[in-house]
T-cell receptor, first 113, second 111 residues
Framework: DADVTQTPRNRITKTGKRIMLECSQT?????MYWYRQDPGLGLRLIYY???????NKGEISDGYSVSRQAQAKFSLSLESAIPNQTALYFC????????????FGSGTRLTVV | GENVEQHPSTLSVQEGDSAVIKCTYS??????FPWYKQELGKRPQLIID?????GEKKDQRIAVTLNKTAKHFSLHITETQPEDSAVYFC??????????FGAGTRLFVKA
């Protein structure tokens, strides 16, 4: 089945370390997103990409960077992880007009100690 | 900036009763309103959506209503079952990247 896959599923890392979260999709969607989920705060947009050459900041991009390696791959990096980046991270995809909803990946639970 | 307010944050109902979750949005350009269900430890999944040219949409036990004038939309679940227990997110989108999510409602259905 066409899907959105995230790796790793869980990760514990130390403060100051660099970490990369990866997302790949077989949906054939052009648009990809990275969201962060914290309890009581819903889903907040970190970065989004409408195609391989298009990268845009979301509402909480500070401390994060992304790379769109191909239409199907979108990775999120924390250059120097800090404890308040402990959260559940979701990658999502949508079609070209984003009016048919998102398909979310299975999530990465990141803990920064 | 634009936001989506969702109420209540927690809702507990008896099995068989109805549940209603309400959302209010601020961006007048919003024209697409999806609802997502997130079971414990799982990813959010789209369960129903409505577009601005429609006032109501129903799919078996779930329905969504939209009042564009008041900028309100609601999710209605009838004959609730224990498997309906989850966190529900509303969202408002004007296309492009501008999909704003509500903070979520944790629904408990007691058997």
């Amino acid at each position: 089945d066409a899907d959105v896959t995230q790796t790793p599923r869980n990760r514990i890392t130390k403060t100051g370390k660099r970490i990369m979260l990866e997302c790949s999709q077989t949906k054939g969607h052009d648009r990809m997103y990275w969201y962060r989920q914290d309890p009581g705060l819903g889903l907040r947009l970190i970065y989004y990409s409408f195609d391989v050459k298009d990268i845009n900041k979301g509402e909480i991009s500070d401390g994060y960077s992304v790379s769109r390696q191909a239409q199907a791959k979108f990775s999120l990096s924390l250059e120097s992880a800090i404890p308040n980046q402990t959260a559940l991270y979701f990658c999502a995809t949508s079609d070209s007009d984003s009016l048919y909803g998102y398909t979310f990946g299975s999530g990465t639970r990141l803990t920064v100690v | 900036g634009e936001n989506v307010e969702q109420h209540p944050s927690t809702l507990s109902v008896q099995e068989g009763d109805s549940a209603v979750i309400k959302c209010t949005y601020s961006d007048s350009a919003s024209n697409y309103f999806p609802w997502y269900k997130q079971e414990l430890g799982k990813r959010p999944q789209l369960i129903i959506d409505i577009r601005s040219n429609v006032g109501e949409k129903k799919d078996q036990r779930i329905a969504v209503t939209l009042n564009k004038t008041a900028k309100h939309f609601s999710l209605h679940i009838t004959e609730t079952q224990p498997e309906d227990s989850a966190v529900y997110f509303c969202a408002a989108s004007s296309g492009g990247f501008k999909t704003i999510f509500g903070a979520g409602t944790r629904l408990f259905v007691k058997a």
